[in-house]
């Protein structure tokens, strides 16, 4: 018995921010943005919209195809949750209306998806779950410094959902195709947490974790060593696709699709190039998604499995790098 992916669905807010209106904000132009990472606009929620109704949108697409057959657990990936806690998987659990199932969440940044995903395959293999939602969802526009002073990081997020259910089955009911979920691998080096991160507001901070200096300071925003994670990112991706590629025994010419996550295009295209897969084989959504950290892989493959022709048995290949450092790798068949 194999595990599936299935369903895939997106949403993205429909609020469009171009490169032009960032730089009404802050010192940045479309040109350097462009140049720097291929982004040309994102999409961010206007208020009161929050990361679990982002992933609600999202999953009532997914659940629309299942045609009635309920999902009995929830996996939801963010760093980006409506609250410090609960995780928004309990938050979608009511929103959808479901029965009092488990809501799992999962905090593992850029590679939250494939880690979803890991989690969901062998719970559903073991038979402890059968039907299993998995989501990625965030909303970075109102956790990011929108000024000159956090233009570096600014420029590269994005807010959008995308979610799948996850089944131990040989063959899909959804309308978009389903994918074999095959061979897999995560990793994590917390030696790096600070390369990436969002040090404040957490439970490191006495006597309390909110500060007058906090906010004063605007230390509430993320921050990076971009070129640290930049080297670290391509290092990391092409390694564990090679190491899963080489788990199935496949050259990476036999791979249909390599659907990355979205951080920097000139990431993925050195990912590409190091693994030998030409652009044209290769999906990006980063031009007008920006980063959406863990939404931006299901969102990618439900574009992917609706607007790339693709066979049976055709191989898709996915990975992820991102803050902790965690990275990860997940090779799918087309069923
Ligand atoms: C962030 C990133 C695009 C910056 O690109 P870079 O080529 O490394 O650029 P640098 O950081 O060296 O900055 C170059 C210059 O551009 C400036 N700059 C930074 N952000 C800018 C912006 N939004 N607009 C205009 N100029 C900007 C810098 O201040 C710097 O100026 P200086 O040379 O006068 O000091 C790149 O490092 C990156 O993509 N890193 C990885 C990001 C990532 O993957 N994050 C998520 C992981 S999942």
Same mark, same amino acid.
């Given at each position: 018995?194999?595990?599936?992916?299935?369903?895939?669905?997106?949403?993205?807010?429909?609020?469009?921010?171009?490169?032009?209106?960032?730089?009404?904000?802050?010192?940045?132009?479309?040109?350097?943005?462009?140049?720097?990472?291929?982004?040309?606009?994102?999409?961010?929620?206007?208020?009161?919209?929050?990361?679990?109704?982002?992933?609600?949108?999202?999953?009532?697409?997914?659940?629309?195809?299942?045609?009635? +057959?309920?999902?009995?657990?929830?996996?939801?990936?963010?760093?980006?949750?409506?609250?410090?806690?609960?995780?928004?998987?309990?938050?979608?659990?009511?929103?959808?209306?479901?029965?009092?199932?488990?809501?799992?969440?999962?905090?593992?940044?850029?590679?939250?998806?494939?880690?979803?995903?890991?989690?969901?395959?062998?719970?559903?293999?073991?038979?402890?779950?059968?039907?299993?939602?998995?989501?990625?969802?965030?909303?970075?526009?109102?956790?990011?410094?929108?000024?000159?002073?956090? !233009?570096?990081?600014?420029?590269?997020?994005?807010?959008?959902?995308?979610?799948?259910?996850?089944?131990?089955?040989?063959?899909?009911? /959804?309308?978009?195709?389903? %994918?074999? %979920?095959?061979?897999?691998?995560?990793?994590?080096?917390?030696?790096?947490? /600070?390369?990436?991160?969002?040090?404040?507001?957490?439970?490191?901070?006495?006597?309390? !974790?909110?500060?007058?200096?906090?906010?004063?300071?605007? +230390?509430?925003?993320?921050?990076?060593?971009?070129?640290?994670?930049?080297?670290?990112?391509? +290092?990391?991706?092409?390694?564990?696709? &090679?190491?899963?590629?080489?788990?199935?025994?496949?050259?990476?010419?036999?791979?249909?699709?390599?659907?990355? &996550?979205?951080?920097?295009?000139?990431?993925?295209?050195?990912?590409?190039?190091?693994?030998?897969?030409?652009?044209?084989?290769?999906?990006?959504?980063?031009?007008?998604?920006?980063?959406?950290?863990?939404?931006?892989?299901?969102?990618?493959? /439900? &574009?992917?499995?609706?607007?790339?022709?693709?066979?049976?048995?055709?191989?898709?290949?996915?990975?992820?790098?991102?803050?902790?450092?965690?990275?990860?790798?997940?090779?799918?068949?087309?069923?």
């Amino acid at each position: 018995m194999t595990a599936i992916a299935q369903a895939f669905s997106r949403y993205l807010p429909p609020k469009v921010v171009t490169n032009d209106d960032l730089s009404k904000l802050m010192e940045t132009s479309d040109e350097w943005i462009q140049k720097r990472t291929g982004i040309k606009e994102r999409r961010f929620v206007e208020a009161p919209t929050t990361t679990s109704d982002l992933a609600v949108e999202a999953a009532k697409g997914t659940l629309e195809q299942l045609e009635g +057959k309920p999902v009995d657990a929830i996996i939801a990936a963010t760093l980006s949750p409506d609250f410090d806690f609960p995780g928004i998987g309990v938050l979608v659990q009511t929103k959808l209306g479901l029965p009092e199932i488990p809501a799992f969440d999962i905090r593992n940044q850029c590679s939250g998806f494939l880690y979803s995903l890991e989690l969901a395959k062998a719970l559903v293999l073991q038979k402890q779950y059968e039907r299993i939602l998995v989501v990625g969802a965030e909303v970075h526009s109102t956790g990011i410094d929108l000024t000159s002073r956090g !233009r570096d990081i600014a420029v590269l997020f994005g807010d959008g959902a995308g979610t799948c259910v996850v089944s131990a089955e040989e063959h899909a009911s /959804s309308r978009i195709p389903a %994918l074999r %979920l095959l061979q897999s691998e995560m990793h994590s080096d917390g030696a790096h947490a /600070s390369k990436l991160w969002c040090q404040h507001i957490g439970s490191a901070h006495f006597p309390t !974790r909110v500060t007058q200096e906090l906010l004063d300071e605007a +230390k509430c925003f993320p921050t990076m060593e971009g070129k640290k994670v930049f080297e670290h990112a391509v +290092k990391r991706m092409v390694e564990v696709s &090679h190491s899963v590629l080489a788990k199935e025994g496949i050259p990476a010419s036999k791979v249909r699709l390599v659907v990355p &996550h979205q951080a920097n295009l000139r990431i993925n295209t050195m990912v590409g190039d190091a693994l030998g897969v030409p652009g044209d084989r290769l999906f990006n959504t980063i031009e007008r998604y920006g980063n959406t950290t863990a939404a931006t892989i299901p969102i990618g493959l /439900s &574009h992917a499995l609706m607007e790339v022709p693709l066979h049976p048995e055709d191989y898709i290949l996915s990975c992820a790098f991102g803050s902790g450092f965690t990275w990860g790798a997940t090779l799918m068949q087309v069923v």
